[in-house]
T-cell receptor
Framework: DAKTTQPTSMDCAEGRAANLPCNHS???????VYWYRQIHSQGPQYIIH???NNETNEMASLIITEDRKSSTLILPHATLRDTAVYYC??????????????FGTGTRLQVTL | ETGVTQTPRHLVMGMTNKKSLKCEQH?????MYWYKQSAKKPLELMFV???????ENNSVPSRFSPECPNSSHLFLHLHTLQPEDSALYLC???????????????FGPGTRLLVL
């Protein structure tokens, strides 16, 4: 699976949009971009995923560049409860086994008043 | 709630003890996973089961022994652990398929293990 690069930490004011970047310059054509987050001492929570088109759900939006070498997770109105570590993961769609997620160190997002 | 439960949530054990961690998923999934998260380190995949068959063992020491009796339950049997095995142990499940993966994983809350 392709490696990803994320900033170590970011701050965001409550009520503002949080834009979390991820670089995956070696991504292959059959690899998806997944985003998870982990609130302190809890299990990771799935947020969103996409292949090449932008995606939106009730939690966030995912913007993938046309060359697919980078993406941005957008939390449109961040709240204090969005404070967490956010992981960007790139994964092959079908591996012949059950799916594997390789977690990096992620971006620690701190939402402040 | 993600539909994946883990018990116990906290566990303290001595190095000579034998204990088991339990994971149950209520999502109708066919693939289940064990991950380990040590302090200040990324999550590490330990084991993968797809349709009750183990498909991945990520070079995990034999003092960790997984068991998957059916697609809804996953156990991690622990014996003669070391203090460095203290960590958050996370279970996850996904739809799974005989052809392969690509689907979303849903995680349980984890078991925080302390080995004395």
């Amino acid at each position: 699976d392709a490696k990803t690069t994320q900033p170590t930490s970011m701050d965001c004011a409550e009520g503002r949009a949080a834009n979390l970047p991820c670089n995956h310059s070696t991504i292959s054509g059959n690899e998806y971009v997944y985003w998870y987050r982990q609130i302190h001492s809890q299990g990771p929570q799935y947020i969103i995923h996409g292949l090449k088109n932008n995606e939106t759900n009730e939690m966030a939006s995912l913007i993938i560049t046309e060359d697919r070498k980078s993406s941005t997770l957008i939390l449109p109105h961040a709240t204090l409860r969005d404070t967490a570590v956010y992981y960007c993961i790139v994964r092959v769609a079908n591996t012949g086994t059950a799916s594997k997620l390789t977690f990096g160190t992620g971006t620690r997002l701190q939402v402040t008043l | 709630e993600t539909g994946v439960t883990q018990t116990p949530r906290h566990l303290v054990m001595g190095m000579t003890n034998k204990k088991s961690l339990k994971c149950e998923q209520h999502l109708g999934h066919n693939a289940m996973y064990w991950y380990k998260q040590s302090a200040k380190k990324p999550l590490e995949l330990m084991f993968v089961y797809n349709f009750k068959e183990q498909t991945e063992n990520n070079s995990v020491p034999s003092r960790f022994s997984p068991e998957c009796p059916n697609s809804s339950h996953l156990f991690l049997h622990l014996h003669t652990l070391q203090p460095e095995d203290s960590a958050l142990y996370l279970c996850a499940s996904s739809q799974g398929s005989l052809a392969g993966g690509g689907e979303t994983q849903y995680f349980g809350p984890g078991t925080r293990l302390l080995v004395l």
